[in-house]
């Protein structure tokens, strides 16, 4: 199994199943509006026939969304991001609640406090005050388990050259 960095449209899909699909989250006439959307702009990813199957009433709600969200998986990962997408526009507070979309705010958090820290660590480093430098090296020398040690010699020979070409 490949390592992908970031989840696709279906795996979103797939794990948001369960949170959509419980009862009272999406109405009738929201279930409709998102298979019209898909059926009119979309016409590929959705026929009139598969349309009419979707929104068939004889059939329950649950049903009828299970297999609209299993026939989207199937189709592959752009029909799930248009079903993203018409979730979205018709109904951005059930969007931005979905157990996918959480999980994405603290990634993003994480990654841009990772940059700020290493942002902040390297002006740190490279200050030319002399005190600032032994005392990096110092914590630096003792890190090889915090941060790797092919990554601290790099430190370590960068801060050695520093002061040498100024």
Do not use: W
């Not at 490949?2 to 989840?7: E, V």
């Not at 009139?48 to 969304?65: Q, T, V």
């Not at 090889?144 to 370590?156: A, E, Y």
Request: aromatic share 10%.
């Amino acid at each position: 199994m490949l390592f992908r960095k970031y989840p696709t449209y279906c795996d979103r899909l797939r794990q948001d199943m369960a949170f959509l699909t419980s009862n009272g989250r999406l109405s009738e006439q929201l279930v409709d509006k998102i298979i019209l959307q898909l059926n009119r702009v979309y016409p590929q990813i959705l026929t009139n026939k598969e349309a009419e199957k979707f929104r068939n009433p004889k059939a329950s709600l649950h049903s009828r969304l299970s297999n609209l969200l299993a026939h989207l998986q199937k189709e592959g990962d752009k029909p799930c991001q248009e079903f993203y997408r018409a979730l979205q526009i018709n109904a951005e507070q059930l969007y931005n609640n979905l157990p996918s979309r959480r999980i994405l705010s603290p990634t993003f958090f994480l990654a841009c406090f990772s940059i700020a820290a290493g942002l902040a660590f390297y002006m740190y480093c490279c200050n030319s005050d002399s005190k600032v430098l032994g005392g990096a090296k110092k914590i630096l020398g003792f890190s090889p388990i915090i941060i790797g040690r092919h990554v601290r010699n790099i430190c370590m020979l960068y801060m050695e050259d520093a002061p040498r070409n100024k």
